[in-house]
């Protein structure tokens, strides 16, 4: 249990740095598609916030205590956090497209060592989250490709 709230802990700590890196460009973009990218990105963020929600639930039911500070998100994130320099629309599609990528191979570890250990309600909760994860890959690198075209 311990092992799960701690990956638990680090993925909460993923959702809440990846939020900040969508909403952090929002109104400061420049580019292709900007207002397609910015409503595309404030969508991310409120989902990222909901997966950490999840996230945030299942440790308290697990028994443990959720990372609850920015600092604490920072000393214990899996995929770190990008910050904005480069207002570009391509840019940060790209950038948060790294980030994606990044999540979904955390919760594909987090799948396997839940359905390994036999707690299929993590399972479930970690495949859902990593499903959305991959839709989000998916909308980014649909806004680039038709970055390319334009």
């Known amino acids: 249990v311990k092992a799960t709230i701690n990956m638990l802990n680090k993925a909460l700590a993923d959702e809440y740095l990846a939020a900040n890196q969508y909403l952090a460009p929002i109104g400061l973009a420049v580019g292709k598609l900007r207002p397609e990218v910015e409503a595309e990105f404030q969508k991310h963020y409120e989902e990222e916030l909901k997966h950490a929600e999840m996230l945030k639930t299942r440790i308290i039911q697990l028994g443990g205590i959720p990372l609850m500070s920015p600092e604490e998100w920072y000393t214990h994130t899996n995929c770190g956090y990008t910050k904005p320099t480069d ?35 993590t399972f479930h909760i970690a495949r859902k ?17 038709d970055m390319e075209i334009i």
């Open 87 to 121: 207002y570009n629309t391509k840019v940060l599609v790209s950038q948060n497209l790294e980030s994606e990528r990044k999540a979904e191979d955390v919760y594909d570890a987090i799948c396997k060592a839940c359905k390994e250990a036999g707690d299929l309600i």
């Open 129 to 145: 989250i990593w499903e959305d994860e991959q839709e989000h890959e998916q909308d980014l690198e649909d806004f680039l490709n």
